[in-house]
């Protein structure tokens, strides 16, 4: 313990260096633009996996929390001329409601009823993204949204968006790390890991999580509204199962404990399918593969995995 | 005053707690014994509002508590301790305890009050606890963890504690620590319950104790007559730990 | 209204059969099944080849069950027991066997959806109570209502019904009295792919089939099961069934149908709601 821990700082400053250098170590735009999409999905994983850590409750609307945020700045950026940090607040925003009212909904349930209504949830949003095309543009998506104006600069490149994207990871990490360290963050663990413990302290549980919950969303709102800026258009497909999934495997690949730990996730998620480029259409299987070797992978002990298929007890 | 009135609780064909009546005084200690099973733990989540009673109310210093959350009765005054004690990982003693204080010096979002700073300090003392403030939740040993346990209930800075077992497995001294806490809890005005197979410690600390037997409250009184009388002599103590009399 | 009855009710039977499976796999193995789907999916295109090649229907059936119990023994060996170590380990890794799946049909038979070769359905309407039922339906509905009913005496009546059900009541109490829990885990593992198959074989010829089918039964049978309060209760199982059946009938016949799937889902929230409790330590 007392070893990993010196090496912390070591770690985390290699970590930030890599993060800063390599947009320059790389030069090819089309990976800047991958780094960027890196960056900005980490933004919603690192939101998704303090959920699940915290409330121990699995969220599946992450995804819609995102392309809400997403259209919402479209719509601000495009149709009233809003710049973009702005737009990005009111992405933030209108992630925040959705989630408040969602979660007053699926708090009030159990477990696996939280997973469900967040999915329904999502799956309501998509089909709301689709059918209100007079707002959204159908499914075509929502195209013509302007480059980040920041400060006087037009922010068009891969490079430049990751850089936005990672100062915004960057504050998202501290605050969630101050969060942990306070009163209200140890009382929203208690909750999390035991809540009759937390009723027996008078910890007001369900309004926490409510407000937890919200709050998390705000970071996710963002992050969409930085998708549609890199992109230039924002379409259903953001919300979309596929998405659903490959967030799920973000914060799995990267585990929950570790506060960057999605942030490796969504490496390995977002770059594989363009090393997998080269197999077509087949990226989907070999990701369903790549699951499954995760999960093994992180296994906590060798033997038990062989007896087990050997049919000793599971 | 924390009034339970004919709770009552059935289980399918089973009645845990039969119509049973108890009253509660700021700064009383009353002991609740009787043989296993008897629905002591069942009766003590009726009243926390962990569990909803079929028939019969609590009432909280005037206050008909009905259906009213654990955190909400827990806020209104009412706290309780758990028979097995819970683990939270990957946190140290003293960050737990800060977690618990939410309610002592009105809560605090980010930075600890300074009552609630100092509220910690003073049950880390009085429960032995400094030596082990930094060491982690799940490396304690069951009785410590049982200490930490207590330590969160008092700092909930609650009028009326239920104490589900507080003894059970601890050394003689950490017993004593704790009866010299229950007594300090009681004479700074709080109300304390205290459920305990340990009839001595219960003798030394509690005026007045309640005695349930199948789910039947069988006496109710002054701690000395109550365990002399016949009835609970024949159902719990047995001969021959009765007094002489 | 005799119309919204009759497609809630013969739609409610097709999905208590597809959501048996994934009840049986939740409450007796203990573990969530996100293959389920994909089992359904993989024998609805079984029996649609062939049906391609000129077999006979009612041979693809039996066919369909053969493979679903071999996808069902994939699924126990390569997903369910490299997940158990996890938190939401077998969750994680049976999707992946879904998406696996998934993929592999969508190269094999492309994305868009196939249809049944009309000679080999029945074709035209009966006439019900004022309502129009297709004779394809009715047919899914009578194979469906005769599979529940065959599975509802295999496991009622049946010595080795009541000890999977004893396994998923009491599985110290089955490992007591001998039984062999992984053995049995695994039988229930590959009946229940088995049954999947069936239903999607017999849900085939209805409608277009598409490799998303089988997600779209995966998340009727994981809201029917939940619906049912993860019990393997077989009257709840149906009730659970037709109310979500009746349901959507509901909402395809009445209203807008822009917005049907986001209704579907609003009912859904709605149903979750009154079925699950929180756990907050109260009653």
């Given at each position: 313990?007392?070893?990993?821990?010196?090496?912390?700082?070591?770690?985390?400053?290699?970590?930030?260096?890599?993060?800063?250098?390599?947009?320059?170590?790389?030069?090819?735009?089309?990976?800047?633009?991958?780094?960027?999409?890196?960056?900005?999905?980490?933004?919603?994983?690192?939101?998704?996996?303090?959920?699940?850590?915290?409330?121990?409750?699995?969220?599946?609307?992450?995804?819609?929390?995102?392309?809400?945020?997403?259209?919402?700045?479209?719509?601000?950026?495009?149709?009233?001329?809003?710049?973009?940090?702005?737009?990005?607040?009111?992405?933030?925003?209108?992630?925040?409601?959705?989630?408040?009212?969602?979660?007053?909904?699926?708090?009030?349930?159990?477990h696996w009823g939280f997973s469900i209504i967040t999915f329904a949830a999502n799956l309501i949003l998509v089909n709301l993204s689709i059918s209100l095309d007079d707002i959204t543009h159908g499914p075509g998506g929502y195209a013509g949204i302007p480059p980040v104006q920041l400060f006087g600069r037009s922010l068009e490149s891969g490079r430049s968006l990751y850089f936005l994207a990672l100062a915004i990871l960057a504050i998202q990490l501290c605050a969630l790390w101050a969060w942990r360290r306070s009163v209200a963050g140890r009382s929203a663990r208690i909750v999390g890991e035991d809540p009759q413990l937390a009723q027996a302290l008078g910890i007001p549980c369900y309004s926490l999580q409510v407000c937890v919950f919200a709050a998390l969303a705000a970071p996710v709102g963002i992050a969409g509204a930085l998708y549609g800026s890199f992109r230039g258009v924002v379409s259903p497909e953001l919300l979309g199962f596929t998405r659903i999934v490959d967030i799920l495997a973000m914060v799995m690949i990267g585990g929950t404990k570790l506060l960057f730990g999605?942030?490796?996730?969504?490496?390995?998620?977002?770059?594989?399918?363009?090393?997998?480029?080269?197999?077509?259409?087949?990226?989907?299987?070999?990701?369903?593969?790549?699951?499954?070797?995760?999960?093994?992978?992180?296994?906590?002990?060798?033997?038990?995995?062989?007896?087990?298929?050997?049919g000793a007890r599971s | 005053m924390l009034e339970a009135r004919q709770l009552t609780r059935r289980f399918g064909g089973l009645t845990a707690v039969d119509h049973v009546d108890f009253t509660l005084e700021r700064g009383q200690i009353l002991g609740l014994i009787g043989p296993n099973g008897a629905g002591k733990s069942t009766l003590v989540n009726l009243v926390t509002g962990f569990d909803r009673p079929d028939e019969g109310s609590v009432i909280l210093d005037g206050h008909v508590l009905h259906g009213a959350s654990p955190a909400r009765r827990a806020r209104l005054g009412l706290s309780r301790t758990f028979q097995r004690p819970r683990l939270i990982a990957n946190v140290t003693v003293e960050q737990l305890l800060t977690g618990a204080a939410w309610i002592v010096g009105s809560p605090r979002w980010f930075v600890q009050s300074r009552p609630a700073a100092a509220a910690v300090e003073r049950v880390l003392g009085q429960l032995a606890l400094v030596s082990l403030r930094d060491a982690q939740v799940q490396e304690l040993s069951s009785p410590s963890l049982r200490l930490v346990q207590i330590a969160m209930a008092v700092l909930t800075g609650c009028r009326y504690l239920m104490l589900d077992e507080p003894v059970a497995g601890l050394s003689a001294q950490d017993t004593e620590r704790v009866g010299a806490l229950v007594r300090s809890l009681a004479a700074s005005g709080t109300g304390v319950l205290l459920i305990e197979h340990n009839v001595g410690f219960v003798r030394t600390l509690a005026e007045r104790v309640l005695v349930v037997d199948r789910g039947r409250s069988i006496a109710h009184g002054p701690t000395a007559d109550v365990l002399a009388s016949r009835a609970v002599v024949d159902a719990y103590l047995g001969t021959e730990t009765a007094p002489c009399h | 209204m005799a119309q919204l009855l009759v497609n809630g009710i013969t739609a409610g039977v097709g999905l208590a059969a597809i959501a048996l499976g994934f009840a049986m796999v939740l409450q007796w193995r203990r573990v969530p099944n996100f293959a389920h789907g994909a089992a359904v999916g993989v024998g609805a295109y079984v029996s649609y080849s062939l049906a391609v090649y000129g077999v006979p229907y009612f041979v693809t059936l039996p066919?369909?069950?053969?493979?679903?119990?071999?996808?069902?023994?994939?699924?126990?060996?390569?997903?369910?027991?490299?997940?158990?170590?996890?938190?939401?380990?077998?969750?994680v890794t049976t999707l992946a066997i879904a998406v696996i799946a998934r993929a592999a049909l969508a190269a094999i038979y492309g994305e868009n959806g196939v249809i049944f070769p009309p000679k080999l359905v029945p074709s035209g309407h009966l006439e019900l109570f004022g309502a129009v039922l297709p004779r394809i339906q009715a047919q899914a509905f009578i194979l469906?209502?005769?599979t529940i009913l065959l599975v509802w005496v295999a496991l009622a009546k049946t010595a080795r019904g009541r000890r999977y059900a004893l396994l998923g009541s009491n599985p110290i109490a089955a490992e007591i009295c001998g039984m062999d829990r992984t053995r049995m885990g695994t039988e229930i593992v590959a009946i229940a792919g088995g049954l999947a198959a069936l239903a999607g074989a017999i849900a085939a010829p209805v409608g277009l089939l598409t490799p998303g089918s089988g997600g779209d039964a995966l998340v009727n049978a994981f809201v029917i099961t939940i619906l049912a309060q993860s019990r393997m209760d077989l009257p709840r199982i149906i009730i659970a069934s037709l109310v979500v059946g009746i349901g959507e009938a509901f909402v395809s016949l009445r209203l807008n149908a822009d917005f049907q799937q986001a209704l579907v889902y609003a009912g859904v929230i709605v149903a979750v709601l009154f079925t699950q409790r929180p756990n907050y330590g109260r009653a």
């Open positions: 313990m007392v070893g990993r821990e010196r090496l912390a700082p070591l770690w985390s400053l290699g970590l930030v260096a890599v993060a800063l250098g390599a947009p320059f170590a790389i030069e090819s735009s089309y990976w800047q633009g991958v780094m960027a999409a890196i960056a900005i999905w980490s933004i919603a994983a690192v939101s998704l996996a303090q959920a699940v850590n915290w409330m121990m409750r699995l969220s599946l609307m992450t995804p819609a929390l995102m392309g809400l945020g997403a259209y919402a700045a479209a719509i601000a950026q495009v149709e009233h001329g809003w710049s973009f940090l702005p737009a990005a607040g009111i992405a933030a925003l209108a992630a925040m409601v959705c989630a408040a009212l969602v979660g007053l909904v699926a708090f009030r349930s159990s999605p942030i490796l996730g969504a490496i390995a998620v977002t770059s594989l399918p363009e090393w997998l480029r080269f197999l077509g259409p087949s990226r989907d299987g070999v990701f369903g593969l790549v699951l499954i070797l995760i999960v093994v992978l992180a296994a906590p002990r060798w033997r038990w995995r062989v007896s087990t298929l050997m | - | 066919a369909a069950a053969l493979v679903g119990i071999l996808f069902g023994l994939i699924t126990e060996f390569c997903a369910i027991r490299l997940g158990v170590f996890m938190t939401h380990g077998v969750l469906s209502a005769v």
